[in-house]
T-cell receptor
Framework: EAGVTQSPTHLIKTRGQQATLRCSPISGHTSVYWYQQALGLGLQFLLW???????NRGNFPPRFSGRQFPNYSSELNVNALELEDSALYLC????????????FGQGTRLTVV | GQQLNQSPQSMFIQEGEDVSMNCTSSSIFNTWLWYKQDPGEGPVLLIALYKAGELTSNGRLTAQFGITRKDSFLNISASIPSDVGIYFC????????????FGTGTRLQVTL
């Protein structure tokens, strides 16, 4: 069974540009979470999607947005990129809403120059 | 955002030694989880705890859910080089705000 997959693995963008990151959850999982991990730091909660709806978002500006598609895959968009957005972006999926056991992908390393 | 406090922040140990780390929160959680992250990779789930006072093992790893529901502990026995990495605790509550709140991490380095 395939795990959570994220693409691309690495992404380099210029300040002010937009970035799109993609995530495919484990087959059968309906909830997708996005986390930001700045270099050497912990994981900060960004967004939670379940059954196609945004259920919760962390303390991030509106230029961080996303969506979940009917096949439960998800996309994270970051507009007007700033240097401080450089980080590892991690996607995780859970079997369903209310389940704690989250399984993570390998992440997308976003570098803003 | 909120982060749970983990200690120690980092530790150097010799192969074969036992390791203990803990995680504390100012608020209650009804589920605690422990993850391990290798450099450049996503966290991997090690152990999940669902009940206050619960003690659960996974091979050489043993974790406990604190009775106050505000803390958790992870022990690694007889450490080996592949134990190197960053260990994160995470707390979870069901409900409309369901999400994992992560600890600050404990970096473990093992010397031969």
């Amino acid at each position: 069974e395939a795990g959570v997959t994220q693409s691309p693995t690495h992404l380099i963008k210029t300040r002010g540009q937009q970035a799109t990151l993609r995530c495919s959850p484990i087959s059968g999982h309906t909830s997708v979470y996005w986390y930001q991990q700045a270099l050497g730091l912990g994981l900060q909660f960004l967004l939670w999607y379940d059954e196609g709806e945004e259920r919760n978002r962390g303390n991030f500006p509106p230029r961080f947005s996303g969506r979940q598609f009917p096949n439960y895959s998800s996309e994270l968009n970051v507009n007007a990129l700033e240097l401080e957005d450089s980080a590892l972006y991690l996607c995780a999926s859970t079997l369903e809403q209310g389940r704690a056991e989250a399984f993570f992908g390998q992440g997308t390393r976003l570098t803003v120059v | 955002g909120q982060q749970l406090n983990q200690s120690p922040q980092s530790m150097f140990i010799q192969e074969g030694e036992d390791v203990s780390m803990n995680c504390t929160s100012s608020s209650i959680f009804n589920t605690w989880l422990w993850y391990k992250q290798d450099p450049g990779e996503g966290p991997v789930l090690l152990i999940a705890l669902y009940k206050a006072g619960e003690l659960t093992s996974n091979g050489r790893l043993t974790a406990q859910f604190g009775i106050t529901r505000k803390d958790s502990f992870l022990n690694i026995s007889a450490s080996i080089p592949s134990d190197v990495g960053i260990y994160f605790c995470a707390g979870f509550n069901t409900g409309t705000a369901s999400k994992l709140t992560f600890g600050t991490g404990t970096r473990l380095q093992v010397t031969l």
